[in-house]
Protein backbone atom coordinates (compact mmCIF):
# COMPACT_ATOMS: atom_id res chain seq x y z
CA UNK A 1 0.00 0.00 0.00
CA UNK A 2 3.15 2.15 0.82
CA UNK A 3 4.26 1.45 -2.43
CA UNK A 4 1.10 2.32 -4.52
CA UNK A 5 1.14 5.78 -2.58
CA UNK A 6 4.37 6.42 -3.13
CA UNK A 7 4.18 5.61 -7.46
CA UNK A 8 1.10 7.98 -7.29
CA UNK A 9 3.08 10.78 -5.79
CA UNK A 10 6.34 10.35 -7.56
CA UNK A 11 6.84 13.15 -10.34
CA UNK A 12 6.14 11.53 -14.16
CA UNK A 13 8.22 12.97 -16.82
CA UNK A 14 6.09 11.89 -19.46
CA UNK A 15 3.72 14.61 -17.62
CA UNK A 16 5.88 17.80 -18.82
CA UNK A 17 4.64 17.21 -22.66
CA UNK A 18 1.31 18.07 -21.92
CA UNK A 19 1.41 22.00 -20.95
CA UNK A 20 1.88 24.23 -24.00
CA UNK A 21 2.72 27.62 -23.04
CA UNK A 22 2.04 31.02 -25.38
CA UNK A 23 2.22 34.38 -25.89
CA UNK A 24 0.19 37.03 -27.19
CA UNK A 25 1.58 40.22 -29.40
CA UNK A 26 -0.62 43.10 -30.77
CA UNK A 27 0.23 45.27 -33.21
CA UNK A 28 3.22 43.49 -35.08
CA UNK A 29 0.99 41.98 -37.70
CA UNK A 30 0.64 42.89 -40.93
CA UNK A 31 -3.14 42.10 -42.01
CA UNK A 32 -4.12 41.73 -45.81
CA UNK A 33 -7.84 41.13 -46.83
CA UNK A 34 -8.28 39.80 -49.91
CA UNK A 35 -12.26 40.62 -51.64
CA UNK A 36 -13.43 40.83 -55.32
CA UNK A 37 -15.11 43.87 -56.52
CA UNK A 38 -18.38 42.98 -55.63
CA UNK A 39 -17.40 42.33 -52.09
CA UNK A 40 -17.20 38.83 -52.18
CA UNK A 41 -13.96 37.51 -50.12
CA UNK A 42 -11.70 35.28 -51.24
CA UNK A 43 -12.15 32.82 -48.31
CA UNK A 44 -9.74 29.89 -47.46
CA UNK A 45 -7.78 30.88 -50.63
CA UNK A 46 -4.01 29.97 -51.00
CA UNK A 47 -1.64 32.85 -50.07
CA UNK A 48 2.39 33.12 -50.42
CA UNK A 49 3.89 36.09 -48.21
CA UNK A 50 7.52 36.60 -49.90
CA UNK A 51 9.94 38.46 -47.87
CA UNK A 52 12.37 41.80 -49.61
CA UNK A 53 15.43 39.53 -47.58
CA UNK A 54 14.65 36.44 -50.12
CA UNK A 55 11.83 37.47 -52.80
CA UNK A 56 12.58 34.06 -54.19
CA UNK A 57 11.43 31.56 -51.58
CA UNK A 58 7.80 32.14 -49.79
CA UNK A 59 8.40 33.21 -46.18
CA UNK A 60 4.99 31.87 -45.40
CA UNK A 61 2.22 30.15 -47.36
CA UNK A 62 -1.38 29.18 -46.02
CA UNK A 63 -5.28 29.62 -46.88
CA UNK A 64 -7.23 33.06 -45.90
CA UNK A 65 -9.71 32.66 -43.03
CA UNK A 66 -13.25 32.79 -44.06
CA UNK A 67 -13.18 36.33 -44.05
CA UNK A 68 -10.73 36.43 -46.91
CA UNK A 69 -7.77 37.62 -44.11
CA UNK A 70 -4.59 36.77 -43.81
CA UNK A 71 -1.83 38.01 -41.55
CA UNK A 72 2.19 37.90 -41.23
CA UNK A 73 4.69 38.92 -38.89
CA UNK A 74 7.57 40.68 -40.64
CA UNK A 75 11.06 40.60 -39.02
CA UNK A 76 12.71 42.89 -41.55
CA UNK A 77 11.50 46.44 -43.05
CA UNK A 78 10.88 46.49 -46.62
CA UNK A 79 8.53 45.68 -49.61
CA UNK A 80 6.51 42.40 -48.83
CA UNK A 81 5.30 40.66 -51.59
CA UNK A 82 1.73 38.61 -51.11
CA UNK A 83 0.41 36.85 -53.63
CA UNK A 84 -3.46 35.22 -53.25
CA UNK A 85 -5.38 32.86 -55.59
CA UNK A 86 -8.65 31.37 -55.46
CA UNK A 87 -9.09 27.81 -56.88
CA UNK A 88 -10.41 29.44 -60.56
CA UNK A 89 -7.30 31.07 -60.53
CA UNK A 90 -8.15 34.94 -59.88
CA UNK A 91 -6.04 36.48 -57.22
CA UNK A 92 -4.28 39.23 -56.11
CA UNK A 93 -0.22 40.27 -55.86
CA UNK A 94 0.29 42.97 -54.38
CA UNK A 95 3.31 44.78 -52.69
CA UNK A 96 3.04 45.87 -49.05
CA UNK A 97 5.65 48.26 -47.83
CA UNK A 98 6.69 47.37 -44.19
CA UNK A 99 8.44 50.27 -41.81
CA UNK A 100 11.26 49.43 -39.80
CA UNK A 101 10.64 47.06 -36.57
CA UNK A 102 10.11 49.86 -33.61
CA UNK A 103 12.88 49.29 -30.84
CA UNK A 104 10.84 46.97 -28.89
CA UNK A 105 11.64 44.25 -31.45
CA UNK A 106 9.77 40.69 -31.14
CA UNK A 107 9.66 38.75 -27.66
CA UNK A 108 11.52 36.07 -26.68
CA UNK A 109 8.34 34.21 -26.37
CA UNK A 110 7.79 35.09 -22.64
CA UNK A 111 6.74 38.25 -21.62
CA UNK A 112 9.02 39.48 -18.75
CA UNK A 113 8.45 37.02 -15.56
CA UNK A 114 5.72 35.46 -17.15
CA UNK A 115 7.91 32.15 -17.64
CA UNK A 116 8.67 32.31 -13.86
CA UNK A 117 5.25 31.66 -12.68
CA UNK A 118 4.43 29.57 -16.21
CA UNK A 119 7.16 27.30 -14.11
CA UNK A 120 6.11 27.56 -10.46
CA UNK A 121 2.13 26.32 -11.48
CA UNK A 122 3.70 23.66 -14.19
CA UNK A 123 5.35 22.20 -10.78
CA UNK A 124 2.21 23.26 -7.98
CA UNK A 125 -0.87 21.17 -10.57
CA UNK A 126 0.31 17.52 -10.18
CA UNK A 127 1.47 17.73 -6.55
CA UNK A 128 -2.24 19.77 -6.07
CA UNK A 129 -4.10 16.97 -8.13
CA UNK A 130 -1.92 14.33 -6.43
CA UNK A 131 -3.77 15.93 -2.81
CA UNK A 132 -6.68 16.20 -4.06
CA UNK A 133 -6.79 12.37 -4.97
CA UNK A 134 -5.40 11.85 -1.80
CA UNK A 135 -7.93 13.22 0.01
CA UNK A 136 -10.34 11.33 -1.65
CA UNK A 137 -8.96 8.57 -0.77
CA UNK A 138 -8.40 9.14 2.41
CA UNK A 139 -12.40 9.74 2.84
CA UNK A 140 -13.30 6.67 0.96
CA UNK A 141 -11.29 4.76 3.73
CA UNK A 142 -12.59 6.39 6.17
CA UNK A 143 -16.21 5.68 5.36
CA UNK A 144 -15.56 2.32 5.01
CA UNK A 145 -14.11 1.87 8.01
CA UNK A 146 -16.84 3.76 10.13
CA UNK A 147 -19.43 0.93 7.73
CA UNK A 148 -17.58 -2.09 8.45
CA UNK A 149 -17.43 -0.63 12.79
CA UNK A 150 -20.64 -0.20 12.53
CA UNK A 151 -21.79 -3.92 11.41
Same mark, same amino acid.
Given at each position: MALAAL? +???????? $?? $????? =? #?? *? /?KAIAVKAFFADGEVLAYSEYQVFSPADPRIPYQKGRTDR =??? +??????????WRVKVTDATGHGLDVVVDVAAVGAQGPSS? $????????? =?????? *?? #???? /?? #??? +?FALLVLLYRRRRSAK
Open positions: I +LVAPSPVA $HA $HEVLH =S #IE *R /G =SGY +LAFVPDVPGAG $HPAGQGVVA =SWAFAV *RP #ILGV /GV #IAA +L
